[in-house]
């Protein structure tokens, strides 16, 4: 299993086995061997998209939080340089 490690790519290639399925469907049938690897292929793939959109999201939070503290703890070393 490959590990994706940009959104950009993962898309791409969920989009390469939605055009697979798609194909597979209109060749061999909806309910066909084929066509129901490549339905789950693709549901893993949204699943990984997904994990990994919300992994990003908790960084994000991450650093918001620790900017936010750097930037109190700036003014709190200010405030006491003052004093």
Same mark, same amino acid.
């Given at each position: 299993?490959? +590990?994706y490690? =940009?959104?950009?790519?993962?898309? @791409?290639? !969920?989009? *390469? +086995? *939605?055009?697979?399925? +798609? %194909? %597979?469907?209109m060749?061999?049938?909806?309910? =066909?061997?084929?066509?129901?690897? #490549? =339905?789950?292929?693709?549901? #893993?793939? !949204? ?6 959109? @919300?992994?990003?999201?908790?960084? #994000?939070? @991450? %650093?918001? +939080?620790?900017? #936010? ?9 200010? !405030?006491? =340089?003052? %004093?």
């Amino acid at each position: 299993m490959e +590990v994706y490690q =940009s959104q950009n790519a993962l898309l @791409k290639e !969920i989009d *390469r +086995v *939605r055009e697979l399925m +798609v %194909a %597979a469907a209109m060749e061999t049938g909806y309910t =066909s061997d084929e066509t129901i690897y #490549r =339905s789950q292929e693709l549901d #893993r793939l !949204i699943y990984e998209y997904q994990t990994l959109c @919300k992994e990003t999201e908790i960084q #994000r939070q @991450k %650093a918001k +939080v620790l900017f #936010r503290q750097m930037i109190l703890l700036t003014k709190k070393q200010y !405030i006491l =340089s003052l %004093a």
